[in-house]
């Protein structure tokens, strides 16, 4: 099982940037999949989450309106993508699956299967 986030860089406030999971070794429509971040020194915040099945989203209130998920299940891929991006989203994203029949929306603990973080550089 592998989760592989990509996407990441440095960025100009207001900028945007597109970040991919691109997921192996499970079945991605029978899972939801969350996008995480890790400040330093912070902890850990769910930023978006989509369903498995009927495509349902949710978001932090800080990135709603500016972050939105999707997913292709036929490229076995998640997106975030990420607009009017502020310093304050600076972090490592990470993205993990929680498998269907978690709660909506999936608690930390649901989450099974985790990814590598990208990194994320908000800075004029």
């Known amino acids: 099982v592998q989760l592989q986030a990509s996407g990441g860089g440095l960025v100009k406030p207001g900028g945007s940037l597109k970040l991919s999971c691109l997921t192996s070794?499970?079945?991605?429509?029978?899972?939801?999949i969350g996008w995480f971040r890790q400040a330093p020194g912070k902890e850990r915040e769910g930023v978006s989450c989509i369903s498995a099945g009927e495509r349902g989203t949710d978001y932090v209130e800080s990135v709603k309106g500016r972050f939105t998920i999707s997913r292709d299940n036929a490229k076995n891929a998640v997106y975030l993508q990420m607009n009017s991006l502020k310093p304050e989203d600076t972090a490592a994203y990470y993205c993990?699956?929680?498998?269907?029949?978690?709660?909506?929306?999936?608690?930390?603990?649901?989450?099974?299967?985790w990814g590598q973080g990208t990194l994320v550089t908000v800075s004029s």
């Open positions: 993990a699956a929680a498998p269907l029949g978690s709660r909506w929306p999936p608690g930390l603990n649901q989450y099974k299967y």
């Open positions: 070794g499970f079945t991605l429509d029978r899972y939801a």
